[in-house]
């Protein structure tokens, strides 16, 4: 039978397509990150997805946390990635279905038997290619997974709404999972987008603190469609409140950077934040 493998829309685009060069970045994002010492088990993450000259940075923040948590002891046997879908709504969430996912530093096995657990799981999870087709929000995740846990399975998600059923749904599948395979839950979403910088700034500030404070239903609260304080919301609140289910009991914020920051002329034209956050547990 033939072997279904996705291709990585973002490659040369989000994130550059050659081989050599992709690894290069990566490696850097992550060798410059210097996160503090995280004590527990992480469970799941937040990691920005934008191109990576702009948020690869702090991305390396969530990935190397990740990576010396493997290191640990806490290596997990499948990284779930959950993004959303920026042009295609639908209700509930949309798992990619095949052998593998492939970027330009080579395929990374999808794990379907996890993914199986989860549609199984929930009635809001189903198998469906579409939206996965030029999205790149979670895939752009993808060479991080792969350079830093190179052995882990992989399960690629996208939402595609966000009503509490849905975000309900995806918790239920998460803890199925959790009961059956050692998982990391890596939330895929930019922070606020907006023209005025200090705005998105002292925003995304309050919105780290509630995430830090795991404070759910209060982000959930701060976000509608003129003020994404996450533009994955639906992800974020997934991850947050299945981290909370496994023990967690608060996040770390290990970085910020908003698009103004290191591209101060982005300022009164259009600013993006970004930011690193992990949830741990104590085993």
Request: glycine content about 10%; hydrophobic content about 40%; overall charge negative.
């Amino acid at each position: 039978m033939a072997r279904t493998v996705h291709q990585a829309v973002g490659a040369g685009r989000w994130f550059s397509g050659s081989p050599d060069r992709l690894r290069a970045e990566v490696t850097a994002y992550v060798e410059d990150a210097d996160p503090p010492p995280v004590p527990g088990r992480i469970v799941s993450a937040i990691a920005p997805h934008a191109g990576y000259i702009y948020s690869g940075k702090v991305a390396g923040y969530t990935f190397r946390a990740m990576r010396d948590n493997a290191g640990a002891g806490h290596e997990p046997e499948t990284v779930v990635v959950l993004g959303f879908s920026h042009s295609r709504g639908f209700s509930g969430m949309a798992m990619l279905e095949g052998d593998a996912l492939s970027t330009p530093l080579g395929e990374a096995p999808l794990d379907m038997e996890a993914a199986g657990i989860m549609v199984d799981a929930s009635p809001l999870v189903d198998f469906n290619p579409v939206p996965h087709r030029g999205e790149h929000s979670a895939e752009n995740e993808v060479p991080f997974i792969q350079h830093i846990l190179p052995e882990a399975g992989l399960v690629v998600a996208l939402t595609g709404d966000h009503e509490q059923r849905t975000i309900d749904g995806v918790v239920q599948a998460l803890r199925a999972l959790a009961e059956r395979k050692k998982i990391v839950v890596v939330a895929s979403t930019d922070m606020l987008h907006d023209a005025d910088y200090e705005l998105v700034s002292r925003t995304d500030k309050a919105t780290l603190e509630k995430v830090a404070a795991m404070q759910h239903r209060q982000v959930a609260e701060s976000w509608d469609y003129s003020c994404q304080v996450f533009c994955g919301i639906t992800p974020v609140l997934a991850a947050m409140r299945f981290a909370q289910s496994q023990g967690c009991t608060e996040g770390t914020v290990l970085h910020y950077r908003n698009s103004g920051d290191d591209h101060p002329e982005s300022r009164g034209n259009w600013v993006v934040g970004y930011g690193s956050v992990v949830f741990a547990t104590e085993s």
